[in-house]
């Protein structure tokens, strides 16, 4: 892929299924972002394809592709004096499910994202990363399917039916957000792709990615470098090649997983 004369993307290899929370990471103009679009159809690849459920991604009706790809960018252009409730509900606009239900959704989500107290709340008047909370309630309740069993959350329970699945592109969803909701956004992201969801996310903060993902993909100059677990990604040499930094791997007191100390 190139633009510009100059090549963005390339050899790009990427599989992702259901269940699995992937994390992209990488130096800035690694190629993170424009493999992000390519994944969501929002620039199209010079070569090669996408595909979602076995099916070209072009050949998905852009109301279909909504009800099982939900995209977040790095920065929302919305700029209208909307309710945060609103904005949220916004997600649920590809679906039928009725209004009632959409809002118990809605509500879930706000909780989810710790912004429930913020519903009534005009979304431009918000903090940079109260703003970044909504979005992302926005793109996970647009995930969320067609109807409810009285029984189910938001997060973490087993939806029904093969065409229920759902697929998360998040840029940089923990940006601008302090330390506690950093671990809830990514926490509720991975609870919610147990079930029929996947997730490609990407961080700067290897750490975290080392905590929370089932997978780690490095990039560095528009190519996959490694694709592994975080134990085959903790690698000082693989860190340093990538990154250009030593570091040093222990094992995390607390959760058990690699952690990379610079």
Known sequence: MQRQGRRLLQDINFEIGCGEMVALLGPNGAGKTSLLNILNGQIKADSGSVTMAGQPLADWSLSNKAKHLASLAQQSLLNFPYKVSDVIALGRLPHSSGKQQDWQWVKQAMTAMDVGHLANCIYTQLSGGEKQRVQLARVMVQLWPQTQNSDQDFVGDEVSGDDEFGFLLLDE????????????????????????????????????????????????????????????????????RVFGIDAHIIEHPLHRCPHIVF
Not at 177 to 192: K, T
Request: glycine residues 2%.
């Open 173 to 240: 969803p923990t940006a601008a957000l302090d330390l506690a909701h950093q671990q809830l956004v990514l926490q509720a992201c991975a609870e919610r792709v147990q079930k029929n969801c996947a997730a490609v996310v990407v961080l700067h903060d290897i750490n975290l990615a080392m905590r929370f993902s089932h997978r780690l993909v490095l990039m560095a100059e528009g190519r996959i470098i490694a694709n592994g677990s975080p134990d085959d990604i903790a690698r000082p040499e693989l860190i340093k």
